[in-house]
């Protein structure tokens, strides 16, 4: 679940940055136009003379009006609603792994059960090569043929 609503946010989040762009402002500075991407950064880039508070205030402005499209289009697209709902799978995930690491294992197929949650979880992607990723999916499928010797012997 995490996992699909992660995809999903990023899906979102993609069309947004696509259609509105990230909020933003851009200035002059040195005779180069500077592009900023926070309000902070916009009043930290500028002096105290009048003329930079001038430019100040626009680079503000234009940064507000960017920033109420962007969240004018989340609205409608529900980009936060769904960057929540990935937050709240996957602390609900963290969770649930934390108590599976807790929960002794009472057979061979409880081991491989944890084994391929720390694998699923970890592991960039699945076949990864590095150290320790074909280690774990070697002792899963050990563990595996082991219970399947065990059932039919």
Not at 95 to 100: C, F, G, K, W, Y
């Given at each position: 679940?995490a996992?699909?609503l992660?995809?999903?946010?990023?899906?979102?989040?993609?069309?947004?940055?696509e259609?509105?762009?990230?909020?933003?402002?851009m200035?002059?500075?040195?005779?180069?136009?500077?592009?900023?991407?926070?309000?902070?950064?916009?009043?930290?880039?500028?002096?105290?003379?009048?003329?930079?508070?001038?430019?100040?205030?626009?680079?503000?402005?234009?940064?507000?009006?960017?920033q109420?499209?962007?969240d004018a289009?989340?609205?409608?697209?529900r980009?936060?609603?769904?960057?929540?709902?990935?937050?709240?799978?996957?602390?609900?995930?963290?969770?649930?792994?934390?108590?599976?690491?807790?929960?002794?294992?009472?057979?061979?197929?409880?081991?491989?059960?944890?084994?391929?949650?720390?694998?699923?979880?970890?592991?960039?992607?699945?076949d990864?090569a590095?150290?320790?990723?074909?280690?774990?999916?070697?002792?899963?499928?050990?563990?595996?043929?082991i219970?399947?010797?065990?059932?039919?012997g």
């Amino acid at each position: 679940m995490a996992e699909r609503l992660c995809r999903e946010q990023q899906r979102l989040e993609r069309k947004l940055a696509e259609t509105i762009g990230f909020p933003s402002a851009m200035i002059l500075s040195n005779g180069e136009s500077v592009t900023l991407h926070s309000l902070k950064e916009i009043r930290g880039s500028l002096g105290v003379d009048s003329v930079d508070a001038v430019v100040r205030a626009n680079a503000e402005a234009e940064f507000a009006a960017h920033q109420a499209r962007w969240d004018a289009a989340d609205t409608e697209i529900r980009y936060s609603a769904a960057m929540l709902a990935e937050h709240e799978a996957a602390n609900r995930a963290e969770a649930l792994l934390e108590e599976l690491s807790e929960t002794p294992a009472t057979t061979l197929v409880g081991v491989a059960a944890k084994l391929d949650a720390v694998l699923k979880e970890g592991q960039p992607s699945e076949d990864e090569a590095e150290f320790p990723w074909p280690q774990i999916r070697s002792v899963i499928e050990d563990i595996a043929r082991i219970s399947r010797q065990r059932e039919t012997g």
